[in-house]
């Protein structure tokens, strides 16, 4: 996405300072959901795993993805990410 020209965030769950992936790889979040203005994102990508199964007991997270797709901004869900846009309410069925 940043090739591009995309300007790229990690945005992670509030109070949260580090993410590390199934095979040991850091990532730090850049800002936190509820510091997120959703009238600025065109895209939210949700990683599949089990973070999506975390990020959905958030209602910060649950907000951010409502407010993208309700003001018509792309939503990519991978694998199980699923179960962020579900408890958000953008999915059903």
């Known amino acids: 996405m940043e090739e591009a020209g995309a300007e790229v965030k990690l945005v992670g769950m509030p109070g949260v300072k580090r993410y590390g992936?199934?095979?040991g790889y850091p990532a730090q979040p850049e800002i936190s959901a509820g510091e997120v203005?959703?009238?600025k994102v065109d895209?939210?990508?949700v990683p599949g795993?089990?973070?999506?199964d975390r990020?959905?007991?958030h209602p910060e997270m649950r907000a951010l993805v409502r407010?993208?797709?309700e003001k018509g901004g792309v939503v990519v869900i991978i694998c199980h990410a699923g179960w962020l846009p579900?408890?958000?309410g953008i999915v059903k069925g």
């Open 55 to 57: 990020m959905r007991r």
């Open 37 to 39: 203005d959703a009238a």
């Open 21 to 23: 992936s199934k095979h």
């Open 43 to 45: 895209a939210l990508v």
């Open 67 to 69: 407010n993208v797709f």
């Open 49 to 52: 795993g089990y973070a999506p």
């Open 86 to 88: 579900i408890s958000a």
